[in-house]
């Protein structure tokens, strides 16, 4: 009979470089535990993975070694066994949420007696997303950040926060704010909506801890809408005044709606961000199909420790593979 195992995809490049050693001690710690580990460093072999672990019932889970980039990766593989996070990237925002570790041995902990609890995704036509989607400016100053962290060889260098002034101050003055039409398609009737920047929320969290959708929850069947009407970049400040101060909600100018499908087109192409990372357009109206988003219930199953206060599934820590 094979042994257990866990599945590990992970960045290299996360947390300054540390991705190797961190994936390292977790190995280790794996061992120790009576659990054989399998590691997958390139996209190549994160697919090749994933397709392991479903197929396989004595993989436990997959554990994403990295920021939010790595989980995005990994949930657009579409595993069937439950993930977890050694979180080492810039924001940690989906392990944050979880109350997930940098820690290689408090991860190892959560593998063996975490719980299994699931989480709603959404759709979009390229891919799906766990966080939020980010349509318009803030999606131009990601776009910008992303493109000043290319290296020689195209692949993402480490970065920080600081990181993302120049892209914010390049985006305040360049931006032209198009005109945004988001559509509610589900529920119905139907719902126009017109703004400058919109947003779409699976989970609570954005950078910095700014509370743009605070209610959002993972769990629900719902998204959670939040479109910004007035355009301009001082416009967008005063907006960002009032979220850092949760009064933004309510407020002239500023719409919210809990939805299962949106969709959305621009006066020209505007660009869009899905949990931190650059993701192409919406396209503009007649151009083209309407960007949309829509939810997609308990599409993942995510493994969490003791800490984590959230609904739980009827299966626990290294069992939970065997009894879904």
């Known amino acids: 009979m094979s042994p257990d195992w866990v599945g590990i995809v992970a960045n290299p490049g996360s947390g300054l470089g540390t991705g190797r050693r961190r994936v390292a001690h977790l190995v280790d710690h794996l061992r120790q535990r009576g659990l054989a580990a399998n ?48 979180a080492s990237g810039t924001e940690n925002l989906f392990a944050r949420h979880f109350g997930m570790s940098g820690h290689p041995e408090r991860v190892g902990e959560t593998i063996l007696g975490g719980r299994t ?71 119905g009737p139907e719902e126009r909506l017109v703004g400058s920047m919109a947003f779409v929320f699976n989970l609570p969290r954005y950078a910095l801890g700014l509370p ?7 769990d629900d069947g719902w998204l959670d809408l939040v479109v910004f009407r007035d355009p301009g970049p001082f416009q967008a400040l005063h907006y960002l005044w009032l979220v850092f101060r949760g009064l933004h ?33 919406v396209p503009k109206a007649g151009d083209s199909s309407p960007w949309f988003a829509k939810v997609v219930p308990g599409a993942l199953k995510v493994l969490v420790g003791p800490e984590y206060s959230g609904p739980t599934l009827s299966f626990q820590g290294l069992d939970a593979r065997r009894s879904t």
């Open 249 to 281: 909600l309510g407020q002239a100018g500023v719409e919210h709606r809990r939805v299962r499908r949106v969709t959305a087109t621009a006066a020209e192409r505007v660009p869009v961000q899905l949990d931190g990372d650059p993701r192409g357009t």
């Open 117 to 187: 609890i699931p989480l709603d995704l959404a759709q979009t036509p390229d891919c799906r997303f766990a966080l939020m989607a980010g349509i318009g400016f803030d999606a131009d100053v990601v776009t910008r950040h992303h493109q000043s962290r290319l290296g020689r060889a195209g692949k993402a260098l480490p970065t920080n926060r600081i990181a993302y002034v120049l892209p914010l101050l390049g985006s305040s003055w360049s931006y032209r704010f198009p005109p945004l039409e988001i559509t509610v398609t589900d529920p």
């Open 212 to 218: 743009i959708a605070p209610e959002a929850r993972g």
């Open 39 to 86: 590691v997958a460093w390139s996209p190549e072999e994160r697919g090749r993975l994933v397709a392991a672990t479903g197929a396989d019932p004595a993989c436990r889970c997959i554990v994403a070694v990295g920021g939010d980039g790595t989980v995005s990766a990994l949930l657009n593989e579409r595993p069937t066994v439950p993930i977890t996070v050694l």
